[in-house]
């Protein structure tokens, strides 16, 4: 009984409390936010972009870390927008256009928030304000839809009971023409709140801010069946089908530079119609050291012979740019040797004897003693065992959808082309072949067309 009646007095004062919050924030003029649960000033400072001392001047507050769960802190009051706000982050798939819809906001409220200048660059993992309204505001949603062959502007402002100037306005029109067939169009007052436009169910990415020279996973449903492609900035994407799901693996190469990177899927509709996302994704600087390296004049003379590293660079993109649509490992991948002692990270800018640094460390070297034995680190195909001038005796194993492994400088391989491997099969030994400057084993992990960081790609989560 004591306890019942202490349950009510607590929910009493909650009550009591609750009530002046929304009292608290009628009351004032500007940008709101409610404290939550692991807030601090500094990371609502960076949440809404203002200063930790701003929002100490705009609130009185004087110890910063004295702030309250369910306390009102006045963000801002030049946004043009009064109450309570919060941020969303935008997920693959989802467009400036289709966050009213989501955010149950109006386009003028988003944009006034957001200081967006251009609606259409938006990207994966960008946080936007958006306002907390606590009543449904139909006239503001907005559906998708796209436009068939024989849709007509006046057609289509009928259908969504707008005018045909309010859907102009909507979709960036500039002309009273239609844009071509297949392509979105965004229509008012829309009852579908589906946030992703058919054939697509959802679209995945398991890093949303990769940065240089690692890998990133797109998953794809669709409605039903049907064939994904898709490019990430010019390089085309290669889907597989697993369980279910189009999958994509996706190299961001170490030296691309940082920023937003357009990224599309297309997939055709049950109709036959190609339906493309357009999204955009954040590449981050991995910050990679340099590493100036001093060669004698003999391998000097090899790397300064542009044909042959040209040369040579060309054979192992070639193999490595070919695709097998099975993936043929499972679980994860192992070190290629016991001995794990990394003498040089993946992605080291590189410099050698003097020169600029226009190359990278395309893998991760392990010093061991000549003739160390090194294995498989997962099941796959050997796809070139030889010996080239700068990379020594090599060897390749495709591992199926768009991965391959490389291992370089070997003493010697023990493995054909053609074979068959199973993880912890013995591929060769640890050497000093080529351009190398000590006997370790220089190991590359390739993904669609570009190195990644080896390591990186070992937490890699597959399906
Ligand atoms: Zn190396």
Redesign the pocket.
């Known amino acids: 009984m004591y306890t019942l009646s202490f349950r009510f007095l607590l929910f009493l004062l909650s009550g009591v409390f609750v009530f002046h919050s929304i009292v608290g924030a009628e009351e004032h003029e500007g940008l709101l936010y409610q404290v939550q649960d692991g807030d601090t000033l500094y990371s609502i400072a960076q949440k809404f972009g203002g200063s930790v001392q701003s929002l100490q001047r705009l609130n009185g507050i004087e110890n910063p870390s004295l702030i309250s769960i369910g306390q009102i802190l006045l963000l801002s009051d030049y946004f043009g927008v009064n109450g309570l706000v919060d941020t969303y982050v935008v997920q693959p798939g989802e467009s400036f256009f289709s966050m009213p819809l989501e955010l149950n906001n109006d386009f003028d409220t988003l944009i006034k928030l957001n200081r967006i200048v251009n609606p259409y660059t938006l990207y994966i993992g960008q946080p936007l304000i958006y306002k907390i309204s606590d009543h449904q505001d139909k006239d503001n949603q907005v559906g998708l839809s796209v436009i068939g062959e024989h849709d007509t502007l006046l057609g289509l402002a009928v259908n969504a009971d707008c005018s045909p100037y309010e859907l102009m306005i909507l979709n960036g029109w500039s002309k009273a023409t239609l844009t071509l067939p297949g392509e979105l169009s965004y229509l008012p007052g829309s009852k579908t709140k589906s946030q992703i436009l058919s054939p697509f169910e959802d679209v995945s990415i398991s890093n949303e801010h990769p940065s240089q020279g690692h890998p990133v996973v797109i998953s794809v449903d669709t409605d039903h069946e049907t064939s994904v492609t898709g490019f990430f900035d010019d390089t085309k994407l290669n889907f597989s089908s697993m369980n279910g799901r189009q999958v994509s693996l996706l190299g961001v190469h170490a030296m691309s530079d940082p920023g937003i990177y357009h990224l599309s899927v297309t997939a055709a509709r049950r109709d036959g119609q190609l339906v493309t996302l357009e999204m955009r994704l954040p590449v981050a600087d991995a910050q990679y050291g340099s590493q100036s390296l001093v060669l004698g004049h003999d391998k000097a003379k090899l790397l300064e012979d542009e044909n042959v590293r040209v040369a040579e660079d060309q054979i192992i993109l070639d193999t490595v740019s070919t695709f097998t649509a099975n993936k043929l490992w499972e679980d994860g991948f192992d070190h290629p040797m016991s001995m794990d002692y990394i003498t ?1 990270r993946f992605g080291m800018r590189r410099s050698y004897n003097g020169r600029d640094y226009r190359t990278f ?5 392990f010093g061991a003693s000549e003739g160390t034995p090194i294995y498989a680190p997962a099941a796959g195909v050997v796809v070139m065992s030889k010996t080239l001038d700068i990379r020594g005796t090599t060897t390749i194993i495709d591992h199926g959808i768009g991965i391959f492994t490389g291992y ?1 400088h070997l003493q010697e391989s023990a493995v054909s082309v053609g074979q068959k491997l199973t993880r912890g099969d013995l591929i060769g030994y640890v050497g000093n072949t080529g351009l190398s400057t000590g006997p ?1 084993l ?1 190991w590359e992990v390739w993904v669609n067309g570009n190195q990644v960081n080896p390591l990186e790609w070992m937490k890699q989560d597959i399906y």
């Not at 460390?361 to 070297?365: N, S």
Request: avoid cysteine; charge should be negative; proline fraction near 0%.
């Open positions: 040089t460390h395309g893998g991760v070297d370089w370790h220089h």
